[in-house]
């Protein structure tokens, strides 16, 4: 297929057309991205730590899941994958709940029947994900027909890795929604590997040639470009607010830590390897171009760590002193009436809690 689209190359240069941002919208941009390198930095600190389960990062790719998100509207949907929950918090879930999330405490609103890094925001349109990979293709699609049917003008923009294209949820996903022409952004983060499978080795296709099967226009973008994920966006949402469709955008990106807090990328993927992406690091490209625009100031980058890294503290003392999450929520929301079945089961457990008193933070750590 064609070349990748490129905005901002690797060394900062401006080598395609300037977006039509005011250094406002671009120092913001700059700090939805830097936002999420602290709060990547951070849980995994919780987590080595043993106060938190479960970090799933999406250092190394901020470009793809902050700029492409950054195009889309309030109305618009996002349905993620392990790595977007930053881009929540840019479109407006609170940093106090993302952290409750972490912890499954009293505070989570997923009532910690959710691992951590699971996140779901009804406010910015952001459902919860499930684990099983690609699922949340055919739930993005059926809500983007629901969307089509009353007439609304909400796009659905659904994010999945490179290993998620070998899904059922990804076919059949595809199938329907360029059959029946919906409103959705299939968004492919191509970042290198599936845990220890390199994308290479997932398919013996190219990623954007997939939508040539089922009628979707495909488009390749330098997933390390903020300002490319961003275009790219904007043109598939306006494609498909024009009632135009679907559209598949595949972001080439690198993954350039382990797929999880539990994994060990070092056992299946060389040094040259990550070191040839840490060169193409789409936080310091930005901020070379933003420091050339005046848009940042010499230095403004390190100020701004220190901030956000304290905002994010914050949010983090607050829910550390939060309760945990109270047991009957077990046998909660289900039911109007907890049938006798599941009270037996509740009380038992609650027996058992009394006897041995409550786990501490940070047990249970999933094993992947
Ligand atoms: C149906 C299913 N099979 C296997 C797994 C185990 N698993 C968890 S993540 C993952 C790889 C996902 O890779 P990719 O889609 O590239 O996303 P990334 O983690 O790189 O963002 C696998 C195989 C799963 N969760 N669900
Ligand atoms: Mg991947």
Redesign the pocket.
């Given at each position: 297929m064609s070349d990748s689209l490129q905005i901002l190359a690797a060394d900062g240069t401006l080598v395609g057309e300037r977006p039509a941002l005011d250094d406002s919208a671009l120092h913001d941009l700059f700090e939805h991205m830097l936002r999420v390198r602290c709060l990547d930095e951070r849980m995994l600190k919780l987590q080595r730590a043993g106060r938190v389960g479960f970090v799933?990062t999406v250092l190394g790719s901020e470009a793809a899941a902050i700029g492409s998100a950054s195009a889309l509207a309030r109305e618009d949907w996002l349905w993620s994958?392990?790595?977007e929950g930053g881009a929540a918090v840019m479109r407006g879930l609170p940093l106090s709940e993302y952290v409750a999330q972490m912890y499954c405490n009293a505070n989570d609103t997923a009532k910690g029947r959710q691992m951590c890094n699971h996140f779901q925001h009804k406010g910015s349109h952001y459902p919860s994900w499930s684990?099983?990979?690609?699922t949340q293709m055919p739930h993005a699609v059926g809500a983007a027909f629901a969307s089509q049917s009353r007439g609304e003008k909400a796009v659905h923009a659904v994010y999945?890795?490179?290993?998620?294209t070998s899904?059922n949820g990804f076919h059949s996903g595809m199938n329907f929604a360029g059959t029946w022409k919906l409103p959705v952004v299939f968004v492919c983060?191509d970042?290198g590997?599936?845990?220890s499978v390199p994308?290479g080795n997932?398919t013996e296709g190219e990623y954007e040639d997939k939508g040539i099967a089922y009628g979707i226009p495909a488009m390749k973008i330098d997933g390390n470009d903020v300002l490319a994920c961003r275009q790219a966006m904007a043109d598939a949402t306006e494609r498909a607010r024009a009632g135009e469709g679907p559209s598949l955008l595949v972001l080439k990106t690198y993954?350039m830590l382990g797929?999880s807090s539990s994994d060990d990328p070092t056992k299946y993927r060389s040094e040259e390897e990550v070191q040839s992406w840490r060169e193409k690091d789409p936080i310091d490209r930005f901020e070379i171009w933003l420091t050339q625009e005046g848009v940042l100031s010499e230095g403004e980058r390190k100020t701004m760590e220190v901030e956000l890294t304290e905002e994010i503290d914050n949010a983090i003392h607050e829910q550390e002193s939060a309760p945990p999450m109270a047991l009957k929520t077990l046998v909660e929301d289900v039911y109007e009436d907890v049938p006798t079945h599941l009270k037996r089961q509740y009380n038992a457990f609650a027996s058992v809690a009394e006897r041995y008193g409550s786990a501490t933070v940070g047990d249970g750590a999933f094993p992947?």
């Open positions: 799933g994958g392990l790595r684990s099983v990979i690609g999945f890795g490179d290993g998620a899904s983060v970042n590997w599936a845990i994308s997932q993954r797929h992947l």
